[in-house]
């Protein structure tokens, strides 16, 4: 045998040839087994911290970066340029890749082709803007700007010297959205192409003020754009005021 019995009081324990009973050996692997359940529980704890913890980071990173974009795409916007202006969307135009460009010739009324210093790289379907002494004008683009012109899709209304400003004209949305798991979501899009700027979001609003700072200023009276985020994650709600051009 593996060890050997004593009689004590009735009771006949088993104990090993070290010394150490059996007895006291099941105790000993109870209380291993419930240090190490709690060992497990702590590191699972632990681990759920960290991950949200990372999340956490993720969703203020995301949404640090989008709200620069945020702040340097409206600050590009102007009374003037503004189309729509509501608590879930507010859409302008602006040029927001800075491709502009002067005429190198005369634009006489009726003509569709723009002689310019570098039409490279805009491409077809943009809006274009062009100034002269006389006023503005904007027009599409009929195909991929070139060089040394830019194709119109219809004819010029007046007649412009050399020298006229011509700049693009996007046309910049941001809305928000609920997605398939019931999330706000502030997008972005511009001209055709929309994507999420910051998901995750309990709520997102937008408002807008006036020079005198009252809220709900109608679109000529816009100066100021403020958007208020509620993130899914965490309890503090972000707010980004910015102004718009003069």
């Known amino acids: 045998m593996s060890g050997w019995s004593r009689q ?3 009771l006949k324990i088993l ?5 150490v009973c059996l007895s006291e050996l099941m105790v000993a692997l109870a ?18 911290q960290a991950v949200r913890q990372q999340r956490i980071m993720a969703a203020q990173q995301e949404m640090r970066l989008g709200l620069e974009v945020f702040e340097q795409e409206v600050r590009m916007a102007s009374s003037s340029t503004i189309a729509i202006a509501r608590s879930d969307r507010f859409e302008f135009s602006a ?12 634009v006489a009324a009726g003509q569709t082709v ?26 599409r683009l009929g195909s991929q700007g070139q060089r ?9 209304g007046g007649a412009y010297p050399a020298g006229a400003s011509v700049e693009v004209r996007n046309r910049v949305t941001y809305y928000t959205r609920i997605d398939d798991r019931d999330r706000t979501q502030l997008m972005r ?3 055709g192409g929309a994507g999420v700027l910051i998901g995750d979001l309990q709520s997102a609003r937008l408002s807008y003020w006036d020079e005198w700072g009252k809220a709900g200023a109608g679109i000529g009276r816009i100066i100021r754009v403020a958007v208020e ?8 709600k972000i707010v980004r005021d910015v102004t718009v051009r003069s």
């Open 8 to 10: 004590h009081g009735g």
């Open 15 to 19: 104990i090993s040839p070290s010394g």
């Open 31 to 48: 209380i291993g087994t419930l240090v190490l359940a709690g060992s497990l529980e702590a590191f699972n704890i632990v681990q759920a």
């Open 95 to 106: 040029n927001i890749h800075g491709l502009r460009t002067v005429t190198t010739g005369p």
């Open 114 to 139: 723009l002689p310019v210093q570098n039409g490279s790289g805009w491409e077809a379907g943009k809006t274009v803007v062009f100034c002269g002494m006389s006023g503005c004008e904007s027009h």
């Open 148 to 156: 040394s012109q830019l194709l119109l899709s219809g004819p010029v």
């Open 189 to 191: 899009q511009i001209d």
């Open 229 to 236: 985020l509620m993130p899914v994650i965490g309890d503090l």
